[in-house]
């Protein structure tokens, strides 16, 4: 799992394997993208087509003349005149078609007569302004140019002249669910309604909340002397790093490299925060009874799993190890682009930064912010420092409004074992602007079309949000579930 952001930033919130790896973990949109595909309804097999629009560099340069093609996906079978359009956002990931067939948005779009698009975020899947990832060209890289970018793909499609009288609604997920968001305040004359699910839109560098909400799931809906027990494998660890002697018997239990120094400070965090990675996955990811079931797979383990076929994890295939090497994980993340895309846009933008600051939590002390302080500075060079994530977190809440933002027609849905969901709206920011906490949920999960085995307060979620998007654009059936 790599580093949502390392973890699910240091250890990614794209892998799309069956796996879930350091790498992975910190996209916490491609995980969220692959368990959607994995839904589609068989018998949907309309066609979509794929097609590129011209983008400028930099929106918010007039001297800067170039640009480059960004790729989105059109579906139309459902739309009728006058029909609403409905987009969604494409996060930190690839974009895939299989969001026009299948959750929320694709049903709207059934119910309304709407036409269903998907845009690809600029830097990731095949919209990329560079064939090279270097940090120089990662200036262009922000989510205020990728608001830039929907806006004028929005502006391109109304101006065809069967969209004339449609209303526009986006939707997105995680850091995608911040721009649906954010377009609104920004392009309100643009946009009609936005869906914003499991949105963390309070940029923070030290997101120490995230673990203490791991800690609350597993206290709360693990098996009896979960918590305790997960403790107990953290302290060992924590002790057997003391001595050389535990550091060598811990190199045999967890088959780490021989040739991995676990002494170095910046290895040994990243042995922790791959450890608590696997009970991160749960939190966000999982369910009342999968967060039961690894409780019941760690009864009589002194160790914490991890999988090892994930393409981009820390399992060296070459010699059968985990390597933990700090330095070469890094190395190993200039290969994927994607990675060095969103963990730019940490470090220039968000933080996000997962640490173990907190006490109320059993995973020990051992993931400190400067972990990714050190992973954004030796990534992207000096001036990458940690000055400038904080000028960077400042300048992102000051453009967007933190959790007060200035909008209207917009639902905020999180789910309240999602981690991420403390850093997200929990309170009705005003009439027109709802939030809605769904009980025994996880993340994005809103997003999905209904489940047999879904909780029923899911359900009745997915209802209330399309309740008010059909209120706000005056589209469909709708009555007050």
Not at 135 to 155: C, P
Not at 238 to 243: A, G, I, P, S, V
Not at 346 to 368: A, L, Q, R
């Amino acid at each position: 799992m790599y580093l949502f952001h390392i973890t699910v930033f240091i250890t990614t919130c794209i892998c799309l394997t069956n796996a879930f790896g350091i790498y992975g973990f910190l996209n916490t949109y491609g995980l969220f993208l692959k368990e959607l595909t994995d839904t589609l309804d068989l018998f949907d097999a309309a066609s979509t087509s794929t097609k590129w629009i011209e983008q400028p560099l930099d929106h918010f340069d007039e001297n800067e003349n170039r640009t480059w093609y960004m790729r989105y996906f059109e579906r139309l079978d459902y739309w009728k005149a006058e029909g609403p359009i409905y987009l969604f956002i494409n996060g930190e990931a690839q974009a895939s078609d299989a969001l026009l067939r299948t959750g929320i948005l694709y049903e709207l779009a059934k119910e309304t007569n709407g036409a269903m698009y998907a845009s690809e975020h600029r830097y990731y899947g095949k919209s990329q302004p560079f064939e090279e990832m270097s940090t120089e060209n990662f200036a262009y890289l922000s989510s205020r140019q990728a608001l830039a970018d929907v806006a004028k793909l929005l502006q391109e499609i109304k101006s065809l002249p069967q969209y004339k009288e449609s209303k526009v609604v986006v939707v997105g997920g995680s850091y995608a669910g911040n721009l649906a968001a954010w377009m609104k305040l920004l392009y309100p004359d643009l946009i009609d309604a936005a869906i914003a699910s499991s949105a963390p839109v309070l940029a923070k560098k030290d997101f120490y909340e995230y673990l203490e909400s791991v800690s609350n799931d597993f206290e709360q809906h693990g098996t009896s002397g979960c918590h305790k027990r997960i403790g107990e494998v953290f302290n060992r660890y924590d002790e057997l790093f003391k001595t050389d002697a535990g550091i060598e018997q811990l190199k045999k239990e967890e088959q780490i490299c021989n040739s991995t120094d676990m002494n170095k400070p910046e290895n040994k965090q990243l042995f922790f925060l791959d450890k608590a990675v696997q009970f991160m996955y749960e939190a966000q990811y999982g369910n009342v009874e999968s967060i039961k079931n690894y409780c019941d797979g760690m009864k009589n383990n002194s160790l914490v799993f991890a999988f090892i076929d994930d393409e981009y994890d820390l399992w060296s295939q070459k010699t059968d190890c985990f390597n933990y090497d700090f330095d070469h994980m890094i190395e190993n993340m200039r290969q994927v682009d994607w990675v060095m895309a969103w963990t730019y846009q940490t470090c220039t933008e968000f933080g996000y930064f997962m640490s173990t600051s907190s006490k109320k939590h059993p995973f020990t002390d051992n993931v400190p912010v400067d972990l990714y302080n050190t992973l954004c500075t030796k990534t992207y060079g000096p001036k990458f420092n940690e000055k400038r994530v904080e000028e960077g977190i400042k300048r992102t809440n000051d453009m967007y409004g933190g959790l007060t933002p200035n909008v209207t027609h917009v639902v905020f849905t999180n789910g309240d074992l999602d981690p991420w969901a403390r850093l997200g709206i929990l309170e009705d920011v005003s009439y027109d602007a709802p939030a809605k906490m769904i009980p025994r949920s996880s993340h994005c999960r809103d997003l999905f079309s209904n489940k047999a085995k879904d909780p029923e307060e899911l359900k009745e979620a997915r209802k209330y949000t399309k309740y008010l998007i059909k209120k706000w654009i005056g589209a469909g059936k709708y009555e007050k579930p």
